[in-house]
């Protein structure tokens, strides 16, 4: 069977004690090679040679429920919202149903007009006021109880299991009190019906608090799937048609209007434009389109109508792919999220064990009535202990994070990539199309006198016919606009970081750098004081030799990013150490390197070697990022901390390397870290609070400050800090929507 990736929806998931669970079900499957739940999300992302009703049975068996997402993006966020809203609204009800019985027993407590339980009157108040708590308890907190049995059956125990304790302990104490009053010490009668249903209601109005904000944090999704048009005006059989989306196939001819959505990636074939691209790049300015452009799915038309075929359609575009990738990092964990949830998983069981201490030191050493301390106690630890805060705090930040970063044209493959970011102490960077524009082109050319500009132009661009390198396009392009004619090159052979060599016209003809002509023994002290002259102009010159004589050299410039000075500048203000690597000679680095104000030149590095130049300086004690163009530097990408594959709109390698720049920008690299530091101190100040939280929660429920202040805290008060640590996080993580970035986030 092929390897499949799955998504499902789970439901009756409360605590990130469940997450451990539904994965531990998910990956005991045969076959599956790895799964990822998102308690954030409530979805799970599954990859592995078996099939959908496999994995829903194993989630089913192990007391949730999971149903495969199969509809199309736009229609799951759809479907999900909707689910989201029914699932909110159904809260507040159950929620303001337990209020309503709870409260005013509450209120009427505090001003003491409730009777006592002694007389057949009072009993038969208590007794319907029983009743009406036990209603609460089956419609509002039904499925606490239902949780909690789930979870019982297969040995677990969740959020669910503490809530389903305390309040169901509080009422069976109650309906015991009221049955058998006379057995119980005067000052142990108290029953606690409106604990129960007030408790159930707080945390039914955390829980749709939470989920209405949790909403927000997949508003980049949503956005992303947002970009694309439900249709496209297509031309067949010489007429224009408007056809749905998922009809539109390959090498259809498609015409886009000003205003209108590029359906589909492909090639403009007739007319031109300006895009906006700034969804998918985070260019804020509008690019120029003409005949033989490239345009992607997403981005919008500003001016003209143009025609153009499409190339790649459905979950190809690049637009799919983005959406893919976003939804996969957000899905994923980093290792601080990996440690928390081994924690949480042992969490609650460690919770019912301190809870029973706490009924046996209570029951044991505690004032009269002792088991009345022991059951408020018992039942304020339980109701204050659940980890929900403690599940949310990372995935709900990374949710944020990666959506966040999305919308700046930042693609964050997973987890862990955005947090490594933010702890870089080196940055790396390839010269060519990553500091530089990538767009070499002939500057100068200089002969020796025996040859002419001509003859060592022409030899260049016949030999360079046959490459693929920018250096090459340039020269061949230079000798095009100067109407010289290309000889056929025999015997063409590439050296590796060095250059090629071909026979042309019966000569032997070597083109290349300083190694090329030192391996083959020819003698360029003649062309030395010239080659030192360009270099330092931050130009490449490139040595012409025939028959074993050096005949000239042709100088080739690529001109710097206009922004790289600016980005390598912010990058310096974070903390950061910037290198330059590249295969270029040391004198046309160094002067790259002044201009832009890199700190160190590693040049005339070989393709194969940079990976090693990555180890060196990670073995120094350096924390290295490398931002290369994601197809020659993938050695070192691959062997960096970080690395970023920096391109442009389609042409971006998306699955090369840790985290994608869709703009061709070194400012990418500083929002990235921006956002991972960001992300990661918003984790950081979810795991503190949630564990603050319940670190001096628990103590105090157990009644620690009862010697010393003669206060025991409230179940109920209980129940509204549980309720509200979880709104608390989910409202903090939202919180990453709103970092700057750009030259005004670096601050």
Request: charged content about 20%.
């Amino acid at each position: 069977m092929p390897e499949h990736t799955y998504r499902l929806s789970i439901s009756g998931m409360s605590c990130a004690g469940c997450v451990a669970g539904v994965e531990n079900a998910l990956n005991s499957v045969e076959g599956v090679k790895s799964a990822a739940v998102n308690f954030a999300e409530h979805t799970a992302n599954v990859t592995g040679d078996v099939t959908a009703d496999a994995l829903v049975k194993a989630v089913r068996d192990a007391g949730y429920d999971a149903a495969e997402l199969t509809a199309g993006d736009a229609e799951q966020i759809a479907e999900k919202e909707q689910q989201d809203l029914i699932h909110y609204k159904q809260l507040i009800k159950k929620s303001l149903a337990a209020a309503l019985v709870g409260f005013p027993l509450f209120i009427a407590g505090l001003l003491g007009v409730l009777p006592g339980i002694e007389s057949v009157t009072d009993k038969t108040f208590w007794s319907i006021i029983g009743l009406l708590t036990l209603a609460v308890m089956i419609y509002s907190g039904k499925h606490f109880y239902l949780g909690a049995w789930k979870a019982f059956r297969i040995h677990n125990a969740n959020m669910d299991t503490l809530i389903a304790l305390g309040t169901g302990t509080a009422w069976i104490f109650s309906v015991f009190v009221l049955l058998l009053t006379d057995w119980l010490p005067e000052n142990a009668r108290h029953v606690y019906f409106e604990a129960t249903a007030i408790i159930i209601a707080l945390i039914n109005l955390g829980s749709a608090l939470e989920s209405k904000a949790r909403g927000k944090t997949s508003e980049a999704i949503k956005r992303l799937i947002g970009l694309q048009p439900k249709t496209a005006r297509v031309l067949r059989n010489g007429e224009e048609m408007d056809v749905p989306i998922e009809e539109v196939g390959l090498q259809e001819t498609i015409r886009v209007r000003p205003g209108e959505k590029i359906p589909v990636d492909g090639k403009i074939i007739e007319g031109n434009s300006t895009l906006d691209e700034s969804m998918l790049t985070g260019e804020p300015m509008p690019v120029e389109k003409k005949s033989g452009d490239e345009v992607a799915a997403g981005t919008i038309n500003k001016t003209g109508s143009f025609l153009f075929v499409s190339t790649r359609i459905g979950k190809d575009t690049a637009l799919a792919r983005i959406i893919d990738m976003v939804r996969k990092a957000q899905a994923s964990k980093p290792a601080i999220g990996r440690l928390v949830d081994k924690v949480a998983a042992v969490f609650v069981p460690v919770v019912l064990i301190i809870a029973v201490i706490t009924f046996l030191v209570w029951f044991n050493l505690g004032p009269v009535p002792s088991f009345t301390y022991a059951l408020v106690a018992t039942m304020t630890v339980l109701i204050i202990a659940c980890p929900c805060a403690l599940g949310l705090a990372t995935p709900i930040s990374i949710m944020v994070g990666v959506g966040k970063a999305a919308e700046s044209g930042i693609l964050i493959r997973n987890g862990d990539a955005l947090q490594q970011a933010g702890k870089l102490t080196t940055i790396v960077l390839d010269k060519t199309g990553t500091v530089t524009e990538g767009r070499p082109a002939v500057t100068d050319i200089y002969a020796l006198p025996h040859s002419s500009d001509e003859q060592c132009l022409q030899l260049a661009a016949s030999i360079e016919a046959s490459s693929e390198h920018p250096l090459a396009e340039a020269i061949v392009e230079a000798a095009g606009e100067r109407q010289l004619d290309i000889d056929k090159a025999e015997d063409f052979q590439a050296v590796a970081g060095q250059g090629v060599m071909a026979r042309i016209q019966n000569q032997q003809v070597l083109l290349g750098n300083l190694k090329l002509m030192q391996q083959q023994q020819v003698d360029v002290t003649a062309l030395q004081d010239e080659v030192t002259a360009r270099s330092a102009e931050a130009k490449t010159p490139i040595y012409l030799a025939v028959d074993g004589r050096a005949a000239g050299i042709i100088t080739v410039a690529d001109p710097i990013k206009a922004d790289s000075k600016t980005a390598i500048a912010r990058l310096h203000r974070t903390g950061l150490k910037v290198v330059l690597l590249t295969g270029d000679n040391k004198i046309t680095a160094q002067a790259v390197a002044r201009e832009v104000g890199i700190d160190e030149v590693l040049a005339e590095v070989m393709p194969e070697e940079k990976a090693d130049k990555i180890k060196q300086l990670q073995q120094s004690g350096s924390i290295v990022g490398m931002v290369g163009d994601g197809i020659n530097d993938a050695p070192a990408l691959a062997g960096a901390d970080v690395g970023f594959a920096i391109g442009t709109g389609t042409d971006v390698a998306i699955e090369s390397a840790d985290i994608t720049l869709m703009r061709g920008s070194l400012h990418g690299v500083a929002d990235a870290i921006i956002i991972s530091r960001a992300t990661v101190r918003n984790i950081k100040q979810n795991l503190f609070g949630a564990f603050i939280y319940n670190s001096l929660g628990i103590p105090v429920a157990a009644g620690v400050l009862y010697p010393v202040t003669g206060l025991l805290l409230n179940p109920m008060i209980a129940g509204a800090a549980m309720a509200m640590s979880s709104v608390t996080v989910v409202t903090n993580a939202n919180r990453l929507r709103y970092i700057k970035t750009g030259q005004s986030g670096e601050k």
